[in-house]
């Protein structure tokens, strides 16, 4: 998959995948194809009505009708009205938010901090957004006041982790800081976020892992791998096509046997396909949740979200049903 189609479709997995972070203090629930909120008793705080809802992140969710979207506070109370073809949730303070063709930034109080004059943009990140130039159709950094302090000049870029964003350069991937020097030469075919001092990095069609140095690691030998969370990092084996989990050593402590990784190790669990459907296991590879939903996202606060059908859901840590995943 071309690494920028991959990033679209990795903003879109993070988008789908946030639903089962309770980032604020309320969880979205469905009611006969209509979404509200209930806090974590399972009492109905917000009586589903939307469209479609998001997940609370920082305090304030988007919420749509009929394929247009507007910015809710923990109240119920709108702070925009719902006509605006794309918000994305908040980080750092704004939201992403697409006004005829171009992007801008709302605030925290749903007003329009930055204007709309980008091609695209991404979520602000260690205080700096990644944002797409109309007229060069190049990627640069901005920051909360707008002003753009790397100029556009990449192909693709990234968001900021670790203090290094990653850059596209005639078609490799390499790595800049926040003052925007080229601290890793573009030399990698795709590249994912250092995490845990790591970054996975594929040259070829193998992936492994370099330092911040763009030192190897653990050796280019997987068919695919994600960034490292609590210490494991997800690993797709090129013999059998399935997903284990290594350590920072590159050992392989759970071994592969899963079709697919939905949420990488958080609070000491991980969202994992087999046999079509999903459940958790803990860092030991033992199954805390069977198998048997569509979906199952992040433990928050002792509740993940489940979904089965397009319904949602959510259990507990010993997987009790807090709420059931039917319509």
């Known amino acids: 998959m071309p690494l920028k189609i991959r990033l679209l479709a990795c903003a879109l997995i993070l988008l789908l995948s946030s639903c089962s972070r309770r980032e604020g203090g309320l969880y979205v629930i469905s009611e006969n194809r209509q979404y509200g909120y209930m806090d974590k008793t399972g009492k109905v705080m917000i009586t589903p ?3 479609a809802a998001m997940p609370f992140s920082e305090g ?3 919420v749509g009708q009929k394929g247009n979207f507007g910015v809710m506070n923990e ?5 925009t009205q ?12 704004f939201a992403v938010v697409r006004i005829g063709k171009t992007f801008g930034y709302f605030d925290a109080e749903g007003s329009l901090a930055i204007k709309p004059e980008f091609r695209n943009a991404m979520r602000f990140s260690e205080g700096l957004a990644a944002v797409e130039t109309i007229d060069s159709a190049k990627w640069g950094f901005i920051n909360k006041e707008g002003r753009k302090v790397i100029p556009p000049q990449y192909d693709l870029a990234s968001r900021f982790s670790q203090g290094r964003a990653m850059v596209m350069i005639n078609g490799k991937c390499g790595f800049i800081d926040k003052q925007g020097t080229l601290v890793i030469k573009p030399q990698f075919d795709d590249a994912r976020d250092f995490s845990d001092s790591l970054c996975a990095v594929r040259i070829g069609n193998l992936w492994g892992y370099v330092n911040f140095g763009a030192k190897p690691v653990i050796e280019l030998k997987f068919e695919n791998a994600l960034s490292f969370s609590e210490g494991l990092a997800a690993v797709q084996d090129t013999a059998s096509h399935l997903w284990g989990f290594i350590n920072k050593q590159g050992t392989m402590v759970i071994a592969p046997q899963f079709e697919s990784v939905v949420e990488s190790f958080n609070s000491g669990y991980a969202s994992v396909r087999q046999n079509g459907k999903v459940g958790i296991i803990d860092t030991s590879g033992k199954w805390i949740i069977e198998p048997k939903y569509d979906f199952v996202g992040k433990f928050v606060d002792g509740l993940a979200q489940v979904l ?6 959510y259990v507990d840590t010993a997987g009790n049903l807090v709420r059931p995943p039917i319509e």
């Open 75 to 79: 109240k119920g109370s709108l702070l």
């Open 82 to 93: 719902i006509q605006y073809s794309d918000i994305r949730p908040y980080s750092e303070g």
């Open 60 to 62: 304030l969710a988007i």
């Open 49 to 51: 009505q939307y469209d």
């Open 308 to 313: 089965n059908e397009g319904a949602i859901g």
